[in-house]
């Protein structure tokens, strides 16, 4: 199963961005049933969890609550990163990860640059 992040980039402080994470090859009633996770990796620290989106559950991380929201288009097969106020710890790579059912698949993580 390959996750397909995107819509990482460059942007002004406060500014917005929406990442994208495509899994076109997953069965559309497998994909209805996984849970999908948004995590962050600033430059020199480890991946932080910041979103979770699982059957109608979300989660958020202190540092972004408020500010980003996760959702997903089932038929689409997508899940969404709406990052709002974005702030320049906000940089570095996001990555989307699927796990339940005894999977565990990461995307290869889209870059985001915050500037001040």
């Known amino acids: 199963v390959q996750l397909q992040a995107s819509g990482g980039g460059l942007v002004q402080t406060g500014g917005s961005l929406r990442l994208s994470c495509t899994v076109p090859r997953m069965i559309l009633s497998t994909f209805w049933g996984t849970t999908f996770d948004w995590y962050h990796q600033a430059p020199g620290n480890q991946r932080e969890l910041i979103a979770t989106s699982s059957d109608g559950y979300t989660y958020y991380g202190d540092s972004v609550k408020g500010r980003f929201t996760i959702s997903r288009d089932n038929n689409k097969k997508t899940v969404y990163l709406q990052m709002n106020s974005l702030k320049t710890e906000d940089t570095g790579t996001y990555f989307c990860?699927?796990?339940?059912?005894?999977?565990?698949?990461w995307g290869k993580g889209t870059q985001v640059t915050v500037s001040s």
């Open positions: 990860h699927a796990r339940g059912s005894g999977m565990d698949y």
